[in-house]
């Protein structure tokens, strides 16, 4: 394979990767934007793949492939939304420690897949198999396009287009309208946007529950194009996106290029067997590494300015000052 | 009894075991839909007596023994969570620095001969706190000097270490298995406890996490060193005005905490029990029950002996569920419940203080 | 005159302090009307009822004599009622625009259409010379044009009904003139405002009538033209106090700072924050660096007590070089500090009061042994400093600090640097925010300091203070010494002149 | 429905790391298990240990005998040690032992009982085969992907090399093998990422011996046209239409025999048995039809030169750069 061939590669193989840890951590931000930590992304993705299997496993052909994994889809995201409503009612009601319940629900999430798993599956086992049609071999007309259409429009999930207007519309959403306003004055200066009368707890709420749907959501979207047996797990993704949103100074924009950077790692780390880099003789326990190691190093020099929402991770007291 | 209870220990007491109780109840439930549900899981019960016990209704006094097993890796993790927390930081990264601890005992534990073998676990147990001290080191000086989030960095390190131990196995590897390291030959000593739990779990672990436990409560509220690290965490800025270098002072909490649970790693990788490395990419799960310990024992390093004492009892019982039709999901749901429920407790003693209040005027 | 609010029977508890205490009040339509009162005497919280913050356990309010039940912000701005808080209320990385739209913002399907918000926003601005950077993010500009946000946010919501708290803490002499300009315009134009503060002259030049409360109690309300400062000063501590400072003259002795050529670079922008500065200060005098704020003042501190480092320049101290010593090492040898920002850096807020005043100390035999701390020791202090400072809070020593209020909190301060006995006492705006008795003894504190031949570097944007305490005045202008003066010979508006820029002449020393 | 006594379980697994749908050793045993009970209408159950400890290990073997055991099965060559100190605490228990037979951690002592069976499986000849019919039927660039460098995916990788090598010999014809171990036993984005790079440059078919993580490699697969995976352990052209062949073992059948012969009174206490083409132990499904050349005959022939002595595949290689080969380039990618 020669250099193009290799970089196509590795481009079009970052999607899988970076399009769920987008979507999810542009759910983070949004609940961190309204002033609410959530480390619950993790938890929230595996409750919301779980019922979106769930339904793919009952009736995976009651519809055609893409309106079944579209209605899988949303019902990840309005399971994530439901589960995540536990975190914002600790954080927000209860103004308890928000690592408390995040690392509640991250515990649960994983048990209680386990759980429900072994009472549908008809072994009682905690892998939950289903019928993996929904991958599109080209879309007509655009996968005939030089490139682009071999990168975008060939091999590709809807999942992969979603990720993108998630994208669009979320960057709309905070920059550009009122709602979005409202949740950032919540995550900076809660008593300033209570005091011009914004109800402060409930933008809380909205953001929670967004980062519920799109962790819900970014759960499905990362297991259904990677293996055809759900065990109830994300591998950590949920805290790579916590870390992608970190890394992405809480923007849209950037968090979508850190995820971007984050998933070119990831599949650099996965294609030491690629000839190209058989060549270079660099010993794989590198290449494992990559994503990590230069996460960390681009971090040491771009970190000198945190934009962290203020008041993230605080509940909102109205007579602290 | 009045002013017993408006103690804010007694109250924190109080509200913990409350949580408790709620994820008993809700393990309970859970059990009981579980049972009508499905044919195996019948006995919902035994499963729940199972649980309440530890499995000690089985597993007996053998049984006690692992569970102190298992309870000095997740003091050890949890006490390293649960130091930074006071000092203002989110270890998240206990994981990679326990498995960087444990990894570097065992190496030592099998290459070091040129030491006594009698002294060998002392070096060893000492390396690994030095080796955890260094990863977590890094997070703190990245925090300190490079202002870079500790959360991500050690996530980051999670990774790298998990990698890097499964890349280092084949120095230490088993002769007749590649992907496995030899057990150690130096262990810490069991001061005859394997004999009272009648098998070879139990060792001078667990009172060496105690110990270190109690250490830990003294230097955070007593020492000046304490109200050092507590003002760096607590206000960065003040405690640079008030001439202590928040830096250093960052960098040591998260060191600290690295080395304590690098100090874990060790505690199970040269146990009298033999755990070995594999290459298996997994990230240690004792560093993620570190959090869940230091949030059920509010960060207090008294409060985590007894957090830690009551997951391990917790993940005791989970292979005597079998027993009764059950996997030990229902356990984790229930500790789950339990964390969850502990969220209540602000709540919950901002009631009780009320509650307390209003009897006051009354009499 | 009819009145437009009528506060009646207002009692507001707060667990264990009874906050507001069967307040009745009148204001009139058209009238500018002071609260006046104690820290802590609750002006902020009848205010945050009236605003609908905070629900009175008693009482109620009426609006033009119908009963108004606000309960949260949005019912006082349907009365028309806005407020400037104490602590502003701006969101730091949001424009000037977005921070006046904010809670009241114009959509279009709920897409925000900015340009007739930004239309109205100007012309207001123009209207009330007001001027202020749309598009200018809060945290780039100074803490005066961030009032001038704050009143816009009223403006712009067409409130009529306008309460100041404690509005000129914060600002210089100059911003303070224009804001009662401003307050005038305000009221010729029909509006009313409620006005907090701490200071007697700005009532005197503004204020139609003034209500006197202390602890939580309305002792009086009464016009302002017929009361004397004395009395209003008495009817609010209730004890006479002294509004003049008594001090004799310095008698300056030997140099204990002396300053080269300091330079610091500025964390801003690329120039010097402060630019090769030199100055001496003699024990036994009282100098006072003055200027507007955002000359170099605070940064000239950080490099005084090494929070900054020095881009170039020394500092001798006791004839010792500074420059590269440890912000520990100047505190041990005698420096002491109160510092500029309170939150930021003179307090740990979750620790308690005790432990607060031992910041400087914690490490010395006095309050450790072999490195453990002495509980028994810390809180005896604490009680003693408590005692004679006057520090009030709720539970004594074991008060967690945030809880505080900032009066008190700032006495702590006080407390704690006084009592490491300093050499050198640098001083940044000690008094802000404090009421006249809280003034009145640190003012004499500070003299007493000079009066046992300690030297005292006050910094302060208060030109009254300035005038009155300071035995020799340095002003500062863009981040270098542009004048030298004694305060007896130099009049207000000279000083201004130096503080403006538009006089400057060679310091030599 | 709930009921009140306790219940008891005559036939017991305890797992290894992973659980009983682990698509390996464990699945494998377990269904040979839960066969046989059902069929006998026998109660039965399995236990999981509460870490990879020989102490927990041990543990549950007591909670399954504690609980009415008559037969353990302990799936993994982890279980060595356990077993040792569990035939003498349990003498009146039977356990079948696979994967191992037992010693103690430090291979220094080794001692089996009268009731303890174990069972070893040549994998080497197992991979032997599927590695020679792949190239017999064509494809010329192979890949190996390993869970883990543990004994017995080390014998299929090593066979599986050894296949290609005798079967490019007869074609003369030039093989490729890029040879990896995952380190892993779970689907993951990243293994399928890694099948897809390899795909990409050329491999035809891989043979993944990982468990549930050649779910992702059959992903992989699947989204390529002419991409092939070789299975492994049980017969898995079911889960996906790309899995030409598997490389089996008879876990289930010789567990399930295991049990017939424990109920009938033949239990083969004491004996260390290695399962090998020569009984059935080890092979390749009987369904052809995802092969173009390779078939039916061509498989009996090679199959009968594997019992009759005439190829012997090399199973105690300490690495597999180490085997001698002459039309097969090894890519190995990371160590062994
Ligand atoms: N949110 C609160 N929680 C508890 N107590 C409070 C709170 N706000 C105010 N208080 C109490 O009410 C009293 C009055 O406070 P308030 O802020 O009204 O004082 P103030 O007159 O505005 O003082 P200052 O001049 O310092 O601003 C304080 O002494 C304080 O103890
Ligand atoms: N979280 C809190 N809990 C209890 N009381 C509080 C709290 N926050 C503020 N207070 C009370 O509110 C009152 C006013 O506090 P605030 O912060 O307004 O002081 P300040 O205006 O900065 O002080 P000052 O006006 O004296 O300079 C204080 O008396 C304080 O006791
Ligand atoms: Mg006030
Ligand atoms: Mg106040």
């Known amino acids: 394979m020669n250099i193009l061939d290799t970089l196509f590669f590795l481009v079009k193989n970052m999607i899988p990767y970076m399009i769920p840890l987008t979507i999810v951590a542009l759910g983070g931000m949004f609940s961190e934007r309204s002033g609410i930590v959530n480390i619950a992304l993790e938890g929230i993705m595996v409750f919301g793949a779980s019922f979106g299997i769930f339904y793919i496993y009952f009736l995976p052909n009651l519809f055609p492939p893409q309106i079944t994994l579209l209605i899988a889809l949303v019902i990840a995201l309005i399971s994530g939304m439901v589960f995540s409503l536990l975190h914002a009612y600790a954080s927000i009601n209860l103004k308890a420690n928000q690592t408390i319940s995040g690392t509640a629900l991250n515990l649960f999430a994983l048990a209680f897949h386990d759980f429900m798993a072994r009472l549908i599956t008809p072994n009682a086992v905690e892998g939950v198999r289903f019928e993996n049609a929904f991958r599109i071999v080209k879309v007509p007309l655009l996968g005939d396009i030089p490139l682009i259409g071999d990168l975008l429009f060939k091999d590709v999930y809807i999942t992969t287009y979603l990720g993108i207007v998630i994208l669009i519309v979320a960057s709309f959403v905070l920059y550009k309208t009122r709602f979005g306003l409202r949740l950032r004055a919540c995550g900076e200066h809660p008593q300033a946007a209570d005091s011009v009368g914004i109800k402060v707890n409930r933008m809380r709420y909205a953001g929670v529950l967004i980062s519920g749907a799109l962790a819900g959501l970014g759960g499905l979207v990362l297991v259904v194009p990677s293996t055809v047996e759900y065990t109830g797990t994300v591998s950590g993704y949920g805290f790579l996106a916590l870390a992608v949103l970190i890394f992405g100074q809480w923007k849209p924009t950037k968090i979508f290029l850190a995820a971007a950077f984050f998933g070119l790692m990831q599949v650099i780390a996965n294609s030491s067997g690629l000839s190209f880099f058989t060549a270079l003789g660099i010993n794989k326990y590198f290449y494992q590494i990559v994503p990590f190691l230069t996460t960390l190093i681009v971090l040491t020099f771009t970190s000198s300015k945190s934009a962290a929402p203020k008041a993230a991770g605080e509940p909102y007291d109205p007579g602290k000052r | 009894m009045k002013a017993f209870l408006a103690k804010p220990t007694v109250q924190k007491i109080v509200a913990a075991l ?43 006094l053998r049984g006690f023994g692992i569970i102190l097993r298992f309870i000095s890796p997740i003091l050890l993790t949890g006490l390293s969570v649960g130091f930074a927390f006071k000092t203002g930081l989110f270890n998240i990264g206990a994981s990679g620095q326990f498995v960087a601890g444990g990894f570097t005992a065992a190496y030592i534990a099998i290459k070091w001969t040129f030491i006594p073998l009698e002294y060998l676990w002392i070096v060893a147990l000492l390396g690994a706190v030095l080796v955890g001290g260094i990863v977590g080191m890094i997070s703190g000086l990245l925090k300190a000097y490079r202002n870079v989030n500790e959360v991500i960095s050690s996530i980051m390190l999670n990774y790298i270490a998990m990698i890097t131990v499964s890349n280092l196995i084949s120095v230490i590897k088993d002769a007749n298995n590649p992907s496995r390291t030899q057990p150690p030959l130096a262990r810490i000593p069991t001061l005859g406890l394997d004999k009272i739990f009648g098998s070879n779990t139990a060792d001078m672990g667990i009172f060496i996490a105690i110990a270190v436990a109690l250490l830990i409560y003294v230097v955070l509220e007593k020492t000046t060193f304490g109200y050092e690290l507590k003002a760096c965490g607590y206000n960065r800025n003040a405690a640079r005005y008030a001439g202590i270098n928040d830096r250093l002072g960052i960098t040591l909490s998260m060191t600290i905490a690295g080395a304590l649970s690098g100090l874990g790693g060790a505690l199970v990788y040269i146990s009298a029990i033999t755990k070995v490395f594999d290459s298996l990419l997994v990230l240690a799960p004792e560093g993620f029950d570190g959090i869940s310990v230091a949030l059920l024992g509010m960060s207090n390093p008294l409060g985590i002996i007894f957090s830690a004492s009551f997951i391990a009892i917790l993940k005791g019982a989970g292979p005597s569920l079998a027993r009764s039709g059950f996997n030990d999901e229902v356990v984790k749901i229930m500790t789950a419940v339990i964390i969850y429920a502990s969220a209540f407790s602000l709540i919950f003693r901002e009631k009780l203080g009320a509650l307390i209040n209003r009897k006051g005027t009354k009499s | 005159m009819i009145d437009v609010i009528e506060l009646r029977n207002i009692t507001k508890i707060f667990p264990g302090i009874i906050a507001n205490d069967d307040i009745t009040l009148k204001v009139r339509q058209g009238e500018i009307h002071a609260l006046l009162g104690e820290n802590g005497a609750g002006k902020s919280t009848l205010m945050s009822v009236l605003f609908g913050l905070y629900r009175p356990e008693k009482g109620s309010i009426f609006i033009n004599g119908q009963e108004a039940h606000i309960a949260n912000p949005n019912d006082a701005n349907r009365y028309g009622i806005g407020m400037v808080h104490q602590h502003f209320k701006l969101v730091h990385n949001f424009t000037v625009l977005e921070n006046v739209v904010l809670g009241v913002e114009t959509v279009h399907n709920g897409v925000l259409s900015m340009a007739e918000a930004r239309k109205k926003v100007v012309e207001l601005s123009k209207r009330y010379n007001l001027f202020v950077e749309p598009d200018h993010l809060i945290s780039d500009i100074s803490v005066g044009m961030q009032q001038r946000v704050e009143i816009l946010k009223m403006l712009y919501r067409e409130n009529n009904i306008l309460i100041f708290d404690e509005p000129t803490a914060v600002l210089t002499p100059q911003e303070i003139d224009e804001l009662m300009k401003i307050m005038k315009e305000l009221i010729s134009e029909g509006k009313t405002i409620l006005f907090i503060t701490h200071k007697l002259n700005e009532i005197k030049a503004v204020a139609d009538r003034v209500s006197i409360l202390r602890k939580g109690r309305l002792i009086d309300t009464v016009d302002v033209a017929t009361t004397s400062k004395e009395s209003l000063s008495e009817m609010m501590v209730g004890r006479k106090v002294m509004l003049e400072v008594e001090k004799k003259l310095a008698e300056p002795k030997e140099v204990i700072l002396e300053v080269k050529n300091m330079s610091i670079k500025s964390k ?129 020593s074991r008060s967690i600090t945030r809880s505080m209020s900032g009066g008190n909190q700032q006495k702590a301060i006080v407390g704690r640097e006084l009592e490491t006995n300093p050499d050198l006492l640098i001083a940044v705006q000690p008094t802000r925010g404090l009421d006249v008795g809280a003034i009145e003894y640190i003012h004499k504190t500070l003299i007493d300091q000079r009066d046992q031949g300690k030297a005292v570097i006050l910094v302060s944007l208060e030109l009254n203070e300035v005038m009155s305490v300071s035995d020799r005045i340095l002003v500062m202008y863009e981040g270098e010494i542009v004048g030298q003066a004694d305060p007896a010979k130099i009049s207000q508006q000279e000083l201004g002149l130096y503080m403006s820029g538009s006089k400057r002449e060679e310091v030599i020393e | ?272 048995e290695t399962l090998d083409v020569t009984k059935d132990g080890v092979g390749l499904p009987e369904d052809f039809s995802r092969f173009t050349t390779f078939n039916q005959a061509k498989y009996d022939e090679i199959y009968a030169k594997l019992v009759n002595g005439t190829i012997v595949v090399k199973k105690d290689a300490a690495k597999v750069m180490d085997l001698v080969l002459t039309k097969v380039v090894i890519t190995l990618i990371g160590s062994e």
Not at chain 3, 268 to 295: D, M, T, Y
Not at chain 4, 115 to 138: M, T
Not at chain 4, 151 to 170: L, M, Y
Request: proline share 3%.
């Open chain 3, 268 to 396: 801003h922008h690329g120039k010097n924050a402060v630019h090769n500065v030199s100055f001496k200060v003699r024990r036994g005098e009282i100098l006072c660096i003055a200027g507007i704020e955002g000359n170099g003042q605070t940064d000239l501190v950080y490099g005084l007590t090494g929070l900054s480092k020095l881009s170039s320049g020394e500092i001798h101290y006791k004839s010792v070089n500074l420059a590269d010593k440890s912000i520990r090492y100047r505190s041990i040898s005698g420096i002491a500090h109160i510092p500029e920002d309170r939150h930021k850096h003179g307090l740990v807020l979750d620790y308690n009061l005790a432990e607060n005043l031992i910041l400087q100390t914690y490490f010395t035999p006095k309050f450790q042994n072999k490195g453990f701390l002495d509980f028994k020791k810390i809180y005896t202090n604490a009680d003693q400093v408590i005692q004679k400072y006057d520090i009030r809070s709720g539970n004594g």
């Open chain 4, 1 to 272: 429905a709930p009921k009140e006594e306790e219940p008891t379980y005559e036939l017991a697994l305890v797992t290894d790391i992973g659980t009983i749908d682990d698509k390996s050793f464990n699945q494998g045993a377990w269904e040979g298990v839960k066969q046989y009970a059902e069929e006998n209408d026998i109660t039965y159950q399995y236990y999981q240990p509460a870490e990879a400890t020989t102490a927990a290990y041990v543990e549950a073997i007591g909670q399954a005998v504690d609980g009415g055991a008559k037969v353990v099965v302990t799936p993994g060559y982890m279980f060595a040690p356990a077993i040792l100190e569990a035939q003498d605490l349990y003498p009146e228990v039977k356990f079948v032992l696979l994967d191992a037979d037992p010693h103690d951690e430090n291979y220094t002592e080794f001692r089996i009982e009268d009731n303890v069976y174990s069972i070893y499986y040549a994998e080497e000849q197992s991979g032997f085969l599927a590695g020679y019919a792949a190239v017999i039927d064509g494809y010329t660039s192979l890949g190996f992907m390993g869970g883990m460098a543990v004994p017995a995916v080390v014998r299929f990788g090593h066979g599986f090399v050894q296949g290609a090598e005798a079967a490019a010999v007869e074609l003369n014809v030039d093989v490729t093998v890029k040879y990896e171990y995952l380190n892993s036993f779970a689907p993951d984005d990243a293994h399928k990422t890694k099948a897809l790079a390899w795909y990409s440059e050329g491999v035809e078919a891989i043979f993944v011996a990982a468990g549930g993580a050649g779910l992702s490699v059959m992903a992989a697969a699947d989204t390529l046209d002419t991409a092939k995976v070789i299975g492994v352990d049980v017969d898995q052209s079911n889960l996906s239409d790309s899995v030409i062949t598997s490389a089996m073992k008879g876990l289930t059948t010789s567990v399930y025999e295991a049990l017939v012969d424990y109920y009938a009174d033949e239990f083969k206490g004491g004996v260390i």
């Open chain 2, 18 to 60: 409350l949580s408790i109780f709620f994820g008993l109840i809700f393990g309970f439930l859970i059990l009981l839909v579980a049972s009508l549900l499905r044919e195996k899981a019948s006995y919902p019960f035994d499963a729940f007596y199972t649980i309440f016990t530890g499995g000690l209704r089985y597993t007996g």
